[in-house]
């Protein structure tokens, strides 16, 4: 069956400019996470959907991230005025259901956004 | 040391050998979770044990989890060249006020 689908599959913008990074989630499943990964270093939470539920925006580092997910499906990450150390690899994945005891993430292959 | 920190980060074995990687994390968690990454690619879940397990196996990886010093480990037994990548655990203390939370990893290298 389909994964979790992600794109672009690669991104360079210029410094100052908004990106869109797009996900598409396992159909059925209700939780969705955005990761950032620098290169050798491991995953930075960023956010979390479950549901209808408020999102969990924790992780966000600065007010330039925001993210949503239309339809309990399909989530757009955007960052607005891309900083150079905005430049890593976006994952996306998605979980069944959490709530339910089925926290296995399926992870997409990722966005790697490099700004100029 | 940050929540959810594998040692060692580097490790290289022969193939046959068995590798251990460790996982420290600092809150109480309602799981913690093992993957994989290829050079690369994405991340592929291993194994998930739970906070009132102590140890799980699938197939050559076994997973032992101590809540009491708050550490994991993955070991992988009879290793092979296909093993070669990055290892992670991954905290889930979402009842306890934190979200998944995953460590730098362990990158292995099994050679032939």
């Known amino acids: 069956g389909a994964g979790v689908s992600q794109s672009p599959s690669n991104k360079v913008t210029e410094k100052g400019k908004d990106v869109e990074l797009r996900c598409d989630p396992i159909?059925?499943?209700?939780?969705l996470y955005w990761y950032r990964q620098s290169l050798g270093q491991g995953l930075e939470f960023l956010i979390y959907?479950?549901?209808?539920?408020?999102?969990?925006k924790s992780g966000l580092p600065s007010d330039r991230f925001s993210a949503e997910r239309t339809g309990g499906s399909v989530s757009t990450l955007t960052i607005q005025r891309t900083q150079q150390e905005d430049s890593a690899v976006y994952l996306c994945?998605?979980?069944?259901?959490?709530?339910?005891?089925?926290?296995?993430?399926?992870f997409g292959p990722g966005t790697r956004l490099l700004v100029l | 040391s940050q929540q959810g920190e594998e040692d060692p980060q580097a490790l290289s074995i022969q193939e046959g050998e068995n590798a251990t990687m460790n996982c420290s994390y600092k809150?109480?968690?309602?799981?913690l979770q093992w993957y994989r990454q290829n050079s690369g690619r994405g991340l592929v879940h291993l194994i998930l044990?739970?906070?009132?397990?102590r140890e799980k196996h699938s197939g050559r990886l076994r997973v032992t989890l101590d809540t009491s010093k708050k550490s994991s480990s993955l070991l992988i037994t009879a290793s092979r060249a296909a093993d070669t990548a990055s290892y992670f655990c991954?905290?889930?203390?979402?009842?306890?006020?934190?979200?998944?939370?995953f460590g730098p990893g362990t990158r292995l290298s099994v050679l032939p």
């Open positions: 994945a998605s979980s069944l259901d959490p709530g339910l005891s089925r926290e296995t993430q399926y």
């Open positions: 159909s059925g499943h209700t939780a």
């Open positions: 959907f479950q549901g209808n539920s408020a999102p969990d």
């Open positions: 809150t109480s968690i309602n799981n």
């Open positions: 044990i739970r906070s009132n397990e």
């Open positions: 991954a905290t889930d203390a979402r009842n306890y006020g934190q979200n998944f939370v």
